[in-house]
């Protein structure tokens, strides 16, 4: 299986927002609503920010959105906020009974 | 809350098999619609799915690894296990274990172990 297309970096302004795409196949992003979103900064466990495509566990900011539209899912972040540097990925439940990740991307608050 | 802690070696030889249980506490690892993961992170790369157990036993593998895993499960002892063989360089990771909702989602994750595979 192949991982899920993300770009490798994005960069906003603090107060921007900003979009991460994850683009995979009819296999999985497009396949299911089971997309999930991770936040990892240097050194750390990564954190779930969104699951099933568009919501959001308990405790994360609603600064944090996900979508879904084809085979791409996309990651908004509002409000940029300094904190939110970090590099973030994308996963996907596939039809193989398989999970799949995105390659990650680095995003930077400037 | 559920919480997960990793133990392992930090170093194994090349050829050899790398070795990991994953202990639960906070919950049951028999607690239905939860998986349990692996997952690993080559220094300076990305995520890479190694595969999941349900407590039954029934097991989910990333292919491009499925030839060298074996994901196991002990729920007398709320733990699960990974065996990855004939390991490389390009098998240096941190490896994270991860309770899983159903095949949907990871969280909570255990704080990770850096595994290097060296002579």
């Given at each position: 299986?192949?991982?899920l297309t993300?770009?490798?970096?994005?960069?906003?302004?603090?107060?921007?927002?900003?979009?991460?795409s994850c683009t995979g196949?009819?296999?999985?992003v497009g396949?299911?609503?089971?997309?999930?979103?991770?936040?990892?900064?240097?050194?750390?466990?990564?954190?779930?920010?969104?699951?099933?495509?568009?919501?959001?566990?308990?405790?994360?900011?609603?600064?944090?959105?996900?979508s879904k539209s084809g085979n791409t899912a996309s990651?908004?972040?509002?409000?940029?906020?300094?904190?939110?540097?970090?590099?973030?990925?994308?996963?996907?439940?596939?039809?193989?009974?398989?999970?799949?990740?995105?390659?990650?991307?680095?995003?930077?608050?400037? | 809350?559920?919480?997960?802690?990793?133990?392992?070696?930090?170093?194994?030889?090349?050829?050899?098999?790398?070795?990991?249980?994953?202990?639960?506490?906070?919950?049951?690892?028999?607690?239905?619609?939860?998986?349990?993961?692996?997952?690993?992170?080559?220094?300076?790369?990305?995520?890479?799915?190694?595969?999941?157990?349900?407590?039954?036993?029934?097991?989910?593998?990333?292919?491009?690894?499925?030839?060298?895993?074996?994901?196991?499960?002990?729920?007398?002892?709320?733990?699960?296990?990974?065996?990855?063989?004939?390991?490389?360089?390009?098998?240096?990771?941190?490896?994270?274990?991860?309770?899983?909702?159903?095949?949907?989602?990871?969280?909570?994750?255990?704080?990770?172990?850096?595994?290097?595979?060296?002579?």
């Amino acid at each position: 299986q192949s991982a899920l297309t993300q770009p490798a970096s994005v960069s906003g302004s603090p107060g921007q927002s900003i979009t991460i795409s994850c683009t995979g196949t009819s296999s999985d992003v497009g396949g299911y609503n089971f997309v999930s979103w991770y936040q990892q900064h240097p050194g750390k466990v990564p954190k779930l920010m969104i699951y099933d495509v568009s919501s959001r566990p308990s405790g994360v900011s609603n600064r944090f959105s996900g979508s879904k539209s084809g085979n791409t899912a996309s990651l908004t972040i509002s409000g940029l906020q300094a904190e939110d540097e970090a590099d973030y990925y994308c996963s996907s439940y596939t039809t193989s009974n398989t999970l799949v990740f995105g390659g990650g991307t680095k995003l930077t608050v400037l | 809350q559920l919480q997960l802690q990793e133990s392992g070696p930090g170093l194994v030889k090349p050829s050899e098999t790398l070795s990991f249980t994953c202990t639960v506490s906070g919950g049951s690892i028999s607690s239905s619609s939860y998986y349990w993961g692996w997952i690993r992170q080559p220094p300076g790369k990305g995520l890479e799915w190694i595969g999941s157990i349900y407590y039954s036993g029934s097991t989910y593998y990333n292919p491009s690894l499925k030839s060298r895993v074996i994901i196991s499960v002990d729920t007398s002892k709320n733990q699960f296990s990974l065996k990855l063989n004939s390991v490389t360089a390009a098998d240096t990771a941190v490896y994270y274990c991860a309770s899983m909702w159903e095949l949907r989602w990871f969280g909570p994750w255990g704080q990770g172990t850096l595994v290097t595979v060296s002579s």
